[in-house]
């Protein structure tokens, strides 16, 4: 459980108590329900994180909706897209093993976290980490309900895959970015669950170093 749920849920209990006294026992039942919501809400379920050498995991639990190309012809990138919606647990997890090497928040809008614009247009936290040999950038991104985005690691701490990083308040959505030679492990539709789940696969780096030494020769 996120610690943040038992502050919504005493609140609420609270409030459900003096509604009670000063009106009618029968009103309390409403904050007692978003009082169980919200302990149902901030849920933190345990996984168990894959450990198979290149493994990227989900950063959420949700739906992946986009599974594509993304950037500029000279800097390629594997984009996997996954949608939380409010039922889903809303704990994020480092995608890779390594050390945070920027963090930068971006103030935006607010749109529906189903919209392609969103990637760009709305509030987010941008995180890269290195690790495994490469660099993988992943986004929190504040969707129509969510307005609170929580990231609790620092420039250079040292990240365990899966590790829980922060969360994002109700519905939104979280973006991997990867090297172009990744090799995806999921598909538009797919549910996925925050740590446990591979999404892709990155290239071992003595695979990429023989493909450029290939390239090499050829010229």
Request: proline content about 4%.
């Amino acid at each position: 459980m996120v610690r943040d749920g038992y502050f919504y849920a005493l609140a609420l209990v609270a409030a459900a108590v003096l509604i009670g006294w000063l009106a009618s026992p029968i009103w309390a039942v409403i904050p007692c329900l978003f009082a169980a919501f919200f302990l149902w809400f901030f849920r933190d379920p345990e996984r168990t994180i894959p450990q198979e050498p290149g493994a990227v995991v989900s950063p959420a639990d949700g739906l992946v909706t986009d599974v594509s190309t993304a950037g500029s012809e000279a800097q390629k990138q594997l984009r996997i897209s996954i949608f939380l919606s409010v039922i889903d647990v809303h704990v994020n997890r480092s995608p890779i093993a390594g050390v945070v090497r920027d963090i930068l928040y971006q103030r935006g809008k607010f749109l529906d976290a189903r919209n392609k614009a969103c990637a760009d247009e709305n509030e987010q936290n941008i995180v890269t980490v290195e690790g495994e040999g490469q660099r993988v950038v992943f986004k929190q991104i504040a969707g129509l309900l969510a307005r609170r985005i929580v990231f609790h690691p620092k420039i250079g701490d040292r990240l365990k895959r899966g590790q829980r990083v922060g969360l994002i308040k109700f519905g939104s959505r979280t973006d991997v970015l990867l090297e172009a030679t990744a090799r995806a492990n999921v598909k538009v539709g797919d549910r996925v669950k925050g740590g446990e789940t591979v999404l892709a696969y990155l290239q071992p780096q003595a695979a990429l170093a023989g493909v450029g030494s290939a390239a090499e020769s050829a010229h």
